[in-house]
């Protein structure tokens, strides 16, 4: 089992910037991707911004070149740097890892998410 905790969220204002942090514990061997989520009231979580194995990296259009995600695989941990932020991403962030199982299986842990609000 793996467990998944998310730091960093708060408030701040329009413009302003956050970084939030994941930190992954437990049998976290074979962990090939993690990233972002995020989920507004009222909407559907939608993907923020993924890092998979090979420093692959995946980024929702609206955020591209304001967010960056980063890894550090030793630790077991993924940030994500919030720069510009806007009003409408005010949402609970939630941090997922992929692990890898064997050809074709992997398993999908979730944090229990951090609020971000952005308002003035």
């Known amino acids: 089992q793996v467990s998944l905790v998310e730091s960093g969220g708060g408030l701040v204002q329009p413009g302003g910037s956050l970084r939030l942090s994941c930190v992954a514990s437990?049998?976290?061997?074979?962990?090939?991707?993690m990233g972002w989520y995020r989920q507004a009231p009222g909407k559907e979580r939608e993907l923020v911004a993924w890092?998979?194995?090979?420093?692959?990296?995946n980024y929702a259009g609206s955020v591209k070149g304001r967010f960056t995600i980063s890894r550090e695989n030793a630790k077991n941990t993924v940030s994500l740097q919030m720069n510009n932020l806007k009003p409408d991403e005010t949402a609970v962030y939630y941090c997922?890892?992929?692990?890898?199982?064997?050809?074709?299986?992997?398993?999908?842990?979730w944090g229990r998410g951090t609020q971000v609000t952005v308002s003035s």
């Open positions: 997922k890892a992929r692990q890898f199982l064997g050809p074709g299986a992997c398993r999908e842990y």
């Open positions: 890092s998979a194995s090979g420093d692959t990296t």
């Open positions: 437990g049998s976290i061997g074979n962990i090939n991707a």
